[in-house]
């Protein structure tokens, strides 16, 4: 069982950053692909970013260039720096974990969710 807790989201301006972190709780974090999603007032929730224990990593098209996922094992967290944000990237953030050496985007493959954190860019 993993339990995930996000935070780090907020309000911004438009051009700013912001780093969210999702801390796990476990030993076997490393074991651990993971992943991060959004999801949007009326829209589905969407793949972000996602590294696997590898430390490859995958970002949908809306966010290459201005987002970065990273993972600090040793800290059992993995956190999504956040450049140049845009208002479209308003949504609240989830952080989601599964067993496996993969790098997964769609959300049906995660096992465990944290609560979400909410990020608003205004204009």
């Known amino acids: 069982q993993v339990q995930l807790v996000e935070s780090g989201g907020g309000l911004v301006q438009a051009g700013g950053s912001l780093r969210l972190s999702c801390a796990a709780s476990?030993?076997?974090?490393?074991?651990?692909?993971m992943g991060w999603f959004r999801q949007a007032p009326g829209k589905e929730r969407e793949s972000v970013a996602a590294?696997?224990?590898?430390?490859?990593?995958y970002y949908v098209d809306s966010v290459k260039g201005r987002f970065t996922i990273s993972r600090d094992n040793a800290k059992n967290a993995v956190y999504l720096q956040m450049n140049s944000l845009k208002p479209e990237d308003t949504a609240v953030y989830y952080c989601?974990?599964?067993?496996?050496?993969?790098?997964?985007?769609?959300?049906?493959?995660?096992?465990?969710w944290g609560q979400g954190t909410q990020v608003t860019v205004s204009s």
């Open positions: 989601a974990a599964v067993k496996g050496g993969g790098t997964y985007t769609e959300a049906s493959k995660y096992d465990y």
């Open positions: 476990g030993r076997t974090f490393s074991t651990y692909a």
């Open positions: 590294i696997n224990r590898s430390g490859d990593t």
